[in-house]
């Protein structure tokens, strides 16, 4: 059996001025890095990590360093754990988006699971790509805990597919804020979700808020 725990990247440079960052290369805010000193904090109190992997992008590389330096493991950088590529949205802001690319957008807004950033991948082909990503660490690490520092788009349709829902039907997973952690296991043949979107580290003064406009409104 294999523990995988995930963590959404602490809020981003792009996160705080409303981007689309997608594979573009924000670091952390100020507000990023104190999220994910204590989600290592509290994870610490509660969990023993074997591994750890991340994007290789450095909002997710950076969110990984507290858990690094407090469980005393090196960081493994993966790509194949990157955010979906946005295309020609990468790092817009949302607003510009919204009058840029009006149609894509709004598919993104009212049907999600279906949606595809312009010129970028889809959220149909982000979870044909992340599954067998992390179904491989899994296997990989059989007996261990892992942690992976990823974003909220793989980390969706990662519990998307633990909850037995295809990729048509993502939009039913809740948005995943900032340095929220979700716990699943892998036993070699079944994905199942343990616990999700866990924020008990941040309290109500550092939690970030969802850019304006950009959560879908199917549910």
């Known amino acids: 059996m294999t523990r995988i725990i995930m963590i959404r990247h602490g809020q981003s440079e792009a996160n705080a001025q409303s981007r689309f960052a997608g594979h573009s290369d924000f670091d952390l805010s100020e507000l990023g890095r104190k999220q994910a000193e204590l989600a290592a904090k509290y994870l610490c109190e509660k969990e023993q990590i074997d591994v750890i992997y991340s994007s290789d992008l450095l909002r997710a590389h950076n969110t990984a360093l507290p858990f690094s330096k407090a469980y005393g493991l090196p960081i493994n950088d993966r790509e194949g754990l990157r955010e979906l590529f ?18 894509d957008f709004r598919i993104w807004r009212e049907d999600f699971s279906n949606a ?32 992976l520092a990823t974003h909220a788009t793989p980390i969706r349709v990662t519990e998307a597919y633990s909850r037995g829902l295809s990729a048509d039907r993502v939009h039913e997973v809740p948005f995943v804020r900032n340095s929220a952690m979700n716990i699943f296991e892998y036993d ?31 549910r």
């Open 86 to 103: 946005a295309g020609d949205w990468e790092g817009r802001t949302i607003d510009d988006i919204k009058q840029r690319y009006a149609e």
């Open 116 to 147: 595809r950033c312009t010129g970028g991948e889809s959220v149909a082909e982000i979870y044909a790509r992340m599954i067998p990503e992390v179904l491989s660490l899994a296997r990989e690490n059989d007996g261990k805990c892992i942690l």
């Open 188 to 218: 070699g043949n079944t994905l199942r979700p343990v616990k999700t979107n866990i924020t008990e580290h941040l309290d109500d003064s550092l939690q970030s808020d969802v850019p304006k406009g950009l959560i879908d409104l199917k």
